[in-house]
């Protein structure tokens, strides 16, 4: 992709991370502002959805660029797994966070650590795990040739995310079937073999399938469903922006997984007694901003990103990081604006330092960055 299209993507990014900063950093420098706005929009639910429509944009693209599952692979672990691991050793310093003991270690490297019902070294990771989900999923399309089919399999997840329950009790010992499996997977579908890329995929896809279904608390058994709904609808639109297939599969497949959203979101508010006007409202506009945010992103992608919001959207994978692992430090300081002005310039200076030397610093470069940030 040009660097233009990059462009809106990191904006979108950029609004993504922002959004999220502003659900962490006001429970500490301006509480009471924080008491007002969250009456009216999840701003980290806002934050992370949108962060989702665009991994799902992106990410399919990227395995097409590849050509290759092996390249893929290879690509989004010098991405991620650099940085990912820096975070989680510097989190486990802090004495509130859990210690890196052998099995928190090993969930933690599959990067599935929330989906194997482990208690996270910080809280943010749990995103993490649903992209990796998503890369098992997109991975196993590829491997069986149905990475086409993006729209059906939205629609699929979003209606399982409604009308179904838990299949399986998440009591029980996941970790090391979760390696295991992992590991069988991601050998087959970087081999050479065409058979064993199709076990491979198909290893991939029932492990996602597994954990989703059943590592979720019960009060929450199918929101991970209507994420991988979410970031397939970003695959959709893409395979419709790019030509190769019509808008209307597009269309229905917002409709459907908006619509999943607002049930699943609206039964949760009945179950906790919260089913009011001003709550209902809320789960609407924290629908409205993050797909609206994308809309306006799509609908002025071949116009010029400012450059300090494309900026913010290139290390926004350091910022969305190492920002809480701060705010654990030094969360107790931020006692007003002036503080958060401080902590948030220090923290740009910090993921800057974490993007040049660990993002990118540890991988092998590309000829160039807009070519690396494609992967």
Do not use: K
């Not at 933690?108 to 208690?119: G, I, K, Q, V």
């Not at 179904?164 to 579908?189: K, W």
């Amino acid at each position: 992709m040009s660097n233009r299209r990059l462009g809106w993507l990191d904006g979108l990014r950029a609004v993504a991370v922002l959004l999220v900063l502003y659900a962490h950093v006001s429970r500490f420098a301006f509480p009471e502002v924080r008491a007002v706005t969250s009456e009216w929009l999840h701003a980290g639910v806002a934050g992370v959805m949108l962060f989702f429509l665009v991994s799902g944009y992106i990410i399919p693209a990227s395995l097409e660029r590849h050509g290759d599952l092996r390249r893929f692979w290879a690509g989004r672990f010098r991405r991620l797994w650099p940085l990912y691991t820096a975070v989680i050793i510097a989190a486990s310093l802090i004495p509130i966070n859990p210690d890196l003991s052998l099995p928190t270690t090993t969930a933690h490297a599959t990067m599935l650590p929330f989906l194997t019902n482990t208690e996270l070294v910080t809280p943010v990771l749990w995103t993490l795990s649903f992209e990796m989900a998503f890369y098992l999923l997109v991975s196993a399309l590829f491997a069986i040739r149905l990475h086409r089919a993006e729209s059906i399999v939205a629609v699929i997840f979003a209606l399982l995310g409604v009308a179904t329950a838990p299949l399986i009790s998440a009591r029980h010992e996941v970790i090391v079937p979760t390696v295991i499996a992992l590991a069988a997977g991601l050998a087959g579908v970087c081999s050479r073999r065409r058979w064993a890329i199709t076990v491979g995929g198909l290893t991939l896809a029932g492990l996602a399938g597994f954990l989703l279904l059943t590592a979720m608390n019960p009060s929450h058994a199918w929101d991970g469903l209507l994420i991988l709904a979410v970031m397939f609808t970003g695959t959709a639109i893409y395979r419709a922006d790019t030509g190769q297939t019509t808008w209307w599969p597009v269309l229905i497949t917002v409709t459907v997984v908006a619509g999943a959203l607002l049930t699943n979101w609206f039964a949760e508010l009945r179950s906790l007694g919260g089913f009011t006007p001003q709550y209902t409202a809320r789960s609407v506009i924290t629908l409205l901003v993050f797909g609206g945010a994308f809309a306006v992103g799509m609908v002025t992608r071949h116009r010029r990103t400012p450059a300090w919001l494309t900026r913010i959207g290139v290390i926004s994978y350091s910022v969305y990081l190492v920002h809480y692992v701060l705010l654990q430090v030094v969360g107790r300081y931020l006692h007003g604006p002036v503080e958060a002005v401080v902590f948030l310039a220090a923290l740009y200076g910090i993921c800057e330092l974490t993007y040049r030397y660990i993002e990118v610093g540890v991988s092998v470069r590309a000829p160039s960055i807009a070519a690396y940030r494609s992967r």
